[in-house]
């Protein structure tokens, strides 16, 4: 009885009473399977699960829905010109777009399909309702319609002539369909607006919706199309199909199990209304205005939030399919492993506007915030706490007041990330750890332990700085936890702590003691640029060239024989192979060289398997500088001739010889 009226009275309560934790239910648009989703789709997915691992991380009990947006004309004609049927096609792209998302980290608990029979069933079944209910009536419509919107407009609507979305040509279109009486909810929605003023942020986006939408009239919206078939029929009329945008928009609550009978699977009553839709700029008013009003129609309660993120649009010009310049997700993985490319994409999107990425900025962020400020700020903690105390860390509590800023930082690091995370300002989260990163950076400096270190009676003093400047990488490296989850593991390992809880942040001086790694990793190695980017701008130029003309072969200059000296070559044993989870084109080959044994990853998983290669003796240059694939470090370089067709060929001496001999 007791917990029934506590309940009623305080939900929070409630749940700390029955030891329940609060639900938070958080989804992002799903993706059109028209083709294989760029680094802006992407982005998405990355957001939303940096989202969806902090509420986690906050003890939230999370529901995170993505998935695919699978009908509709445009994917109709994709299938055709690809010359398969429209659901062979779109299992292709959904594939594909799943495998993108776990490259990229995406712990979604469901990938819904709009294909999948629940979702088709229960659309059914809403369309029919709301048709029963009055608020679908069927008309015909006269109108423009934009093909890769799947949209239609009125002659106002239009700007120059074009679709007011895209910017692409429109087409005159007549048919009967089915429409729906939005205006009879429009002052409903308003209401909503007022007395939820956080249901659209950002706040700019709110005004957008009533000035250009609300305030002059709602249009009745066209909810079938009778023109093609690659849809979801409506069943009490099968020359229609419903509409994408009644068909997409309910994923969210058919993904958690609603029914339209009123038979609701557990999902649908434990998670709906939804927390936050995260979705782009382009679809708000099909989030804030549509959907709302779908959903009032059917009596559900609306979702809490709505948050519309900017677009990353490339430095330098749009990405473009024949300019090969589009970003996709797994080619910047395969150059810079899975939490970089995360960090970067996070980091470059501010809230209130579009984000700017190049491949040269991707090198220099990770350079400057991931290798020179955090990666450095480990390991020189590391190496110091190695080298002056075997890798003992303990606090000697000999304080001095240069300790209360740092530690001022630390422990309020939790409150500023978890404060713009509720606003759901994630790069300006990301820098708050930033800022606890950099200052333990300058503490570094002023403290100077290597001038404490030559100093016995000192030695306390010096325990007490790695003690203070560990304690700092443990609140932060637990803090971006959320978003760089494998990268944070691996430095709780080194420094052999655990990830520290959310609600044990807010103190310093939580660790006791601890003997960190006395063989630390390099987080992020530093990028040579130059080199990268030589290595992109190639790729980008084979992808923009036209398929049937050979690449014209580059000749280089006349070298000295001082310049070939500069080059160590040697013979290789490959004493094992194996595939490079995360890649396509790359293998990790152990290789011994004498005494000595080495980790080098190749781009030759094309043409060799792993068992191919096992045993064999190979060439490779030994003196390049270490560079890190896909998150692994490789010291060195496979020699391999290239055919005239691309067929990659391992080159190995003609007679056995010693590994470890060199080449001259
Ligand atoms: N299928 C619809 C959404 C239906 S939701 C019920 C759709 N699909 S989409 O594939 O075109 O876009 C998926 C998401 O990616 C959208 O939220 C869209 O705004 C977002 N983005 C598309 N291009 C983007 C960038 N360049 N940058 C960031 N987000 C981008 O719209």
């Not at 706490?385 to 630390?410: C, I, R, T």
């Amino acid at each position: 009885m007791m917990k029934l009226c506590v309940k009623i009275y305080d939900k929070k309560k409630y749940l700390e009473i029955n030891k329940l934790k609060e639900k938070y239910y958080i989804t992002t648009a799903i993706a059109y399977t028209s083709g294989k989703p760029h680094i802006g789709n992407t982005y998405e997915a990355i957001l939303a699960d940096s989202m969806a691992r902090f509420k986690r991380y906050q003890g939230y009990d999370v529901f995170f829905q993505t998935g695919t947006d699978e009908h509709g004309q445009k994917i109709e004609e994709k299938a055709s010109v690809a010359g398969v049927s429209p659901k062979v096609f779109v299992d292709g792209v959904a594939d594909e777009i799943k495998r993108i998302w776990n490259l990229v980290g995406v712990s979604y608990d469901k990938f819904i399909r709009t294909t999948d029979e629940y979702h088709e069933k229960q659309v059914q079944k809403i369309f029919k309702k709301l048709y029963e209910k009055g608020d679908i009536y069927k008309g015909s419509y006269e109108g423009w319609y934009c093909t890769p919107c799947e949209s239609f407009w009125t002659e106002s609507q239009l700007v120059d002539g074009k679709c007011p979305d895209c910017g692409r040509p429109v087409v005159k279109s007549q048919e009967e369909a089915y429409f729906f009486k939005m205006s009879k909810y429009a002052d409903r929605l308003m209401e909503y607006y007022n007395e939820h003023p956080e249901f659209i942020t950002p706040v700019s986006r709110k005004n957008e919706m009533v000035n250009n939408f609300l305030k002059p009239g709602l249009q009745d919206l066209c909810v079938s199309r009778s023109t093609f078939k690659w849809g979801i029929p409506v069943d009490f009329d099968n020359k229609h199909v419903v509409y994408v945008w009644l068909d997409a928009l309910t994923n969210y609550i058919t993904g958690v199990g609603y029914d339209a009978d009123g038979n609701h699977l557990d999902g649908y009553n434990k998670f709906w209304p939804a927390d936050v839709h995260v979705i782009g700029k382009d679809i708000i008013r099909f989030h804030t205005i549509y959907w709302p009003i779908f959903l009032m129609a059917l009596d559900i309660p609306l979702p809490k939030r709505v948050y519309g993120h900017g677009w990353l649009l490339q430095d330098g010009g749009k990405m473009s399919k024949s300019k090969g310049n589009v970003m996709y997700a797994d080619d910047l993985v395969d150059y810079f492993g899975k939490d970089a490319v995360r960090y970067y994409v996070l980091n470059a999107m501010p809230q209130d506007n579009d984000g700017l990425i190049s491949w040269e900025s991707v090198i220099d962020t990770i350079n400057s915030d991931l290798a020179n400020i955090f990666g450095n700020l480990v390991s020189r903690t590391i190496a110091m706490s190695n080298k002056y105390f075997g890798g003992l860390v303990k606090d000697a509590n000999v304080n001095e007041p240069v300790d209360a800023e740092l530690k001022e930082v630390a422990t309020s690091a939790v409150k500023k990330v978890t404060a713009k995370m509720d606003e759901f300002r994630i790069s300006d989260a990301l820098s708050e750890v930033f800022t606890l990163f950099r200052r333990a950076n300058k503490y570094i400096d002023e403290t100077m332990p290597w001038v404490l270190a030559k100093d016995e009676s000192k030695k306390d003093r010096l325990a007490t700085v790695l003690y203070n400047l560990t304690e700092s990488i443990v609140i932060g490296a637990s803090l971006l936890y959320p978003f760089l989850s494998d990268t944070c593991k691996k430095v709780f390992a080194m420094l052999n702590v655990e990830l520290r809880g959310y609600d044990q942040l807010g103190e310093f001086g939580k660790l006791t003691q601890t003997t960190v790694t006395a063989s630390p990793e390099i987080l992020f190695a530093r990028l040579d640029g130059a080199k990268i980017m030589e290595s992109v701008n190639a790729m980008i130029a084979s992808r923009s060239k036209p398929e049937i003309t050979q690449p014209k072969k580059e000749e280089k200059p006349m070298i000295d024989i001082e310049d070939f000296a500069k080059v160590e070559l040697k013979v290789a044993k490959v004493i094992a192979c194996e595939k490079v989870e995360k890649s396509k084109k790359l293998l990790k080959l152990t290789v011994k060289l004498g005494e000595e044994t080495r980790t080098v990853v190749s781009g030759i998983a094309n043409a060799y398997t792993p068992e191919e290669l096992i045993g064999k003796k190979i060439t490779m240059v030994t003196n390049l500088k270490p560079a890190k694939l896909c998150g692994i470090v490789s010291e060195g370089m496979i020699l391999c001739a290239e055919g005239e067709d691309g067929t990659l060929s391992v080159l190995s001496p003609a007679r056995d010889v010693e590994d470890g001999s060199s080449i001259s």
